[in-house]
């Protein structure tokens, strides 16, 4: 394979470009994780070595609360909005075609987020409060959520439907597969970067995602709403000291899950 | 938020969306809190309250507050539950604004106690969303200061009680200024040597104050000629600034970023507090005079526990609670009773906090803007629009 | 077929009849509306938002927005590129994780995060004492507060929406087809040129969406990272419906925003649409 052969100076130039990039990526999660450790919790100056934020993080019950809210929005979001997405996509490359529809999925990107928050609240408001007597929780922010992630993950998916090598679907209709057995076997796999691209953009998008959730989460919280409410007295060193757990655990997860996948291998 | 169209005969076809809108929030309206299934966290016990009985009942259930964060203090909430029996429910929010559009956008429902500052407070009202307070259900509103029944945006706290107040000054670092500064004109024609080390408030009403002090103005002006006075003196500033910050100025007189910085009273104690560089920031209220802001407590109409909510404001009107408030967060409470069991030490660490309530009161207490609000941040859009 | 058209389009097409077309459509329609003396919406019909919106200090504010989302689209393509093109080409078993990595930060919290440059960027700064520490400089750079902090911030809070999709469309690509231009003689460069970078068009096309879109609409980098000196369209949106509460003058701003937006969306559509249909066709 291309891959085993020696570096030429291109993909040398190319690791070093990754590398930068990740760089500038972990650069202010590196100052965060270093404020989690300062004594005195500003910015301004260190004072010395600390655990002490770590172990209020472990007793502010509602930011750890906030926390695992904000994970269960994100991965119900991210479920719902993938399957409805990558269906989407398939119609939108296969069924139909429409200038109208391609530019459409595009719509639920270009509505401001504070007009997507006044509409959705004063809808479920009409609806869900007046009209149903329900309580509005995480369940109507993840409705709001998979509303503008079922686009991108459409649109993710569909760069890769392009091009789309359709013999080898017909060759397994042609060797007796059914429809939704060839679905499963050969095109799934196929477009799977795609969709693993577009699940991970609707995760990250949501998990993020301040002014929806903040007027369509009624009275539950969510990470994002929780610390953004903490800023009329600054970022506490908490919320580092939190910040720097969840990635510590991220990395170690998909470290760990790597070195499962290359000893299974 | 809709009336019945008046004018339904354009012949659009739009009118059809109008008509559909105009009924969907009839329905809802015309329901009203009372008859509306249960929105708010109402408990089987508590909906009897409304059937008057001779003897009012004792206020229990639940109740949902929305307040920034930690700006109640540590056990408050939890020692109340403990007294009276009555859960509360923090709902957090960020801004005045946030948790307004998010009450525009609910009709004014989904909480029973809201705290907004003083001009949010009587917009809402204005809306026909805040509950007239009861006074006789308030044992302890004699505690606040006559100063705080004569603010203009509420005289006699007839929706509203003042949860903490303060002003709106200069702050700065007293080893980096030239010389103490004494009128807003130190910040909007700053010497050469506080060239971009100087920030000023980014909300609109307290971005605009100093500029309207300095011309004699109202803190509350509507008028468009004397607002673009206002905006081109702050067009000139805009050149010297290092930046718009409402969050973070504090720390930027901390890291000597800034020298001198608009700021609220309470904030500029947060300075104050800095071991370090703490004994070199002050506060002063310029010569031209300036705001008096509030924070205040609202009950919502559509309250479905009102006699708890009435409760949870009575318990925060105590002085030992109003002094713990005090502790927390560096503000003023209305509260002379409050103030008064803040340990001295405290008192002359963050000097502004001896403010007596006359001298809040020569401030302008801040208005809702009402039919002037789109002119205002058109002229504020001006000011700060980037290109 | 048409079963196959209901049940790829149809959950999604519902879900947005649902929760997009009709409650957005509801706030747009107050673009007609006027406001109330105290905020609030009066059913009464004008068109003097409209008349409001023409003020060339909107335009110009439209303006600046549209350059500096531009700018952070370029420099984001600029740096995504390459290390979406290198995440694609690892051995299959690195893919996710490099990937996963390259979102992880963004599982904090964008204010975090934003803070966080703050601490780095500003004049006693971490970046400015570094830098003078070593003698590289006398005076500190002003790195924070202007346009080059709001770009920064930009393609910081985007670059993964710029990695993800072009990575999805050059993994897809037949490592054979490259190999076999360079059998052809082809050279890396004018392999890349004539077949990569056009079969990864799509992807680079949606990178570029992702990342100017929300670009164009944020508020929070232009207040922490621009020091609210130069406010962009999102922030302008923004304060028409919570600082002003004019919800009609905010609507009637977004829906020229849409309908800016949209038209340029259709067009991209169109043209891929007929480059498919050539390609499809010969």
Not at chain 1, 9 to 29: M, N, S, T
Not at chain 1, 83 to 106: H, I, N, P
Not at chain 2, 195 to 212: G, N
Not at chain 2, 320 to 341: C, I, R, S, W
Request: proline share 6%.
């Amino acid at each position: 394979m291309a891959d085993r052969r020696p570096a030429p100076w291109g993909r040398r130039f190319l690791r070093l470009e990754l590398a930068v990039v990740l760089a500038f990526l972990y650069l202010p999660i590196a100052v965060v994780a270093v404020l989690s450790f300062n004594a005195s919790g500003l910015p301004t100056a260190w004072t010395g070595f600390s655990l002490e934020w770590y172990a209020s993080v472990i007793e502010n019950e509602a930011l750890l609360g906030a926390f695992g809210n904000t994970l269960i929005v994100g991965v119900a979001t991210t479920i719902i909005a993938t399957v409805l997405g990558t269906l989407l996509a398939l119609g939108l490359e296969r069924a139909v075609k429409s200038s109208f529809l391609d530019t459409f999925v595009y719509v639920p990107m270009i509505i401001p987020d504070i007009v997507f928050a006044i509409a959705l609240l004063s809808f479920y408001n009409l609806v869900f409060s007046s009209l149903l007597g329900l309580q509005l929780g995480l369940w109507s922010v993840v409705l709001s959520h998979v509303t503008f992630d079922i686009a991108f993950v459409a649109v993710v998916v569909r760069t890769r439907l392009r091009h789309f090598d359709r013999s080898i679907e017909e060759a397994s209709l042609d060797l007796g597969a059914n429809e939704l057995r060839t679905f499963w076997n050969v095109t799934l796999p196929a477009i799977a970067p795609g969709v693993v691209a577009g699940a991970l953009i609707a995760f990250t998008l949501s998990f993020d995602e301040f002014i929806i959730a903040f007027f369509t989460k009624g009275t539950s919280e969510t990470f994002p709403t929780q610390v953004y409410s903490m800023i009329r007295f600054g970022v506490t060193p908490e919320v580092n000291a939190i910040a720097t757990v969840v990635l510590g655990l991220s990395i170690t997860l998909v470290l760990a899950s790597q070195r499962l996948r290359a000893s299974a291998e | 938020m809709l009336t019945p169209p008046q004018a339904a005969s354009h012949g659009r076809r739009l009118a059809a969306t109008f008509a559909a809108v105009a009924l969907l929030a009839a329905a809802c309206s015309t329901g009203g809190p009372s008859t509306a299934p249960t929105t708010g966290p109402t408990t089987a016990a508590t909906t009897g309250a409304t059937a008057t009985p001779t003897e009012p009942p004792k206020p229990s259930g639940k109740i949902v507050v929305s307040n920034w964060d930690l700006y109640f203090p540590e056990d408050m909430i939890a020692n109340f539950t403990a007294e009276t029996g009555i859960e509360v429910e923090w709902v957090k929010h960020t801004t005045n604004e946030d948790i307004v559009g998010k009450l525009e956008a609910a009709n004014g429902t989904g909480y029973d106690v809201v705290f907004v500052s003083a001009q949010f407070a009587e917009a809402l009202n204005n809306r026909g969303w805040l509950e007239t307070l009861d006074h006789s259900a308030l044992q302890n509103v004699g505690n606040l200061a006559p100063e705080a029944d004569q603010l203009g945006y509420d005289p006699g706290n007839t929706f509203s009680v003042p949860y903490t107040w303060g002003t709106t000054g200069l702050c700065y670092r007293t080893d980096l200024v030239p010389a103490a500064p004494t009128s807003w004109n130190d910040l909007l024609k700053p010497v050469a040597a506080l060239d971009k080390k100087i920030t000023m408030l980014a909300t609109d009403r307290w971005l605009m104050l100093p500029a309207l002090k300095v011309l004699g103005y109202s803190a509350n002006e509507t008028d468009q000629g004397h607002l673009e006075e206002a905006r081109d003196i702050l067009l000139e500033t805009k050149t010297h600034l290092l930046a718009y910050d409402d969050t973070t100025f504090y720390s930027r007189l901390v890291s000597g970023e800034a020298s001198l910085v608009q700021a609220w009273d309470g904030w500029c104690n947060y300075g104050i507090a800095d071991e370090a560089v703490g004994s070199k920031i002050a506060y002063v209220v310029p010569s031209e005079g300036t705001d008096l802001w509030a924070d205040t407590m609202t009950v919502l109409k559509a309250s479905t526990n009102k006699p708890a909510a009435y409760a949870f404001i009575d318990y925060i009107l105590r002085p030992e609670v109003g002094k713990t408030v005090v502790d927390l967060t560096l503000y003023k409470v209305p509260n002379p009773a409050a103030m008064d069991l803040v340990d001295p030490a405290v008192m002359a660490q963050f000097t502004n906090l001896a403010m007596s309530p006359a001298e809040l009161l020569k401030g302008e207490p801040l208005r809702d803007l009402g039919a002037a609000a789109p002119l205002w941040s058109n002229i504020v859009t001006q000011i700060t629009a980037g290109g | 077929m048409r079963l196959r058209r209901l049940i790829l389009l149809g959950p999604a097409l519902a879900w947005w009849a649902v929760f997009l077309v009709v409650p957005v459509a509801l706030i747009l329609a107050y673009s007609f509306f006027e406001r109330g003396t105290h905020g609030g919406v009066v059913p009464t019909f004008t068109l003097d938002n409209f008349a409001r919106a023409l003020d060339p200090l909107y335009l110009r504010v439209l303006v600046f927005s549209v350059r500096v989302a531009l700018i952070a689209t370029i420099v984001a393509l600029l740096i995504g590129y390459p290390a979406a093109y290198l995440i694609a080409t690892l051995p299959a078993r690195w893919r996710t994780p490099v990937l996963v990595l390259t979102v992880l930060p963004f599982w904090t919290s964008l204010l975090i995060r934003t803070y966080a440059w703050i601490v780095l960027l500003n004049r006693e700064g971490l970046i400015n004492r570094g830098l003078e520490g070593v003698g590289l400089i006398d005076q500190p750079l002003e790195l924070l507060n202007n346009e080059f902090a709001i770009v920064l911030g930009l393609v910081y809070g985007y670059l993964p929406l710029m990695i993800l999709p072009i990575y999805a469309s050059i993994e897809r690509l037949n490592p054979e087809l490259r190999e076999a231009s360079a059998d052809l003689g082809g050279n890396p460069i004018r392999t890349f040129l004539r077949v990569t970078l056009p079969l990864t068009l799509p992807g680079v096309a949606a990178g570029c969406i992702f990342v100017f879109v929300p670009s164009l609409g944020n508020f929070i980098v232009p207040d922490l990272l621009g020091g609210g000196l130069s406010s962009m369209i999102g922030n302008l949106i923004q304060s028409q419906f919570l600082r002003a509460r004019d919800w009609p003058f905010g609507a009637t701003l977004s829906l020229a925003l849409i309908g800016l937006m949209g038209a340029l969306l259709f067009l991209q559509a169109w043209l891929l649409g007929r480059q498919r249909r050539e390609v499809l066709d010969g």
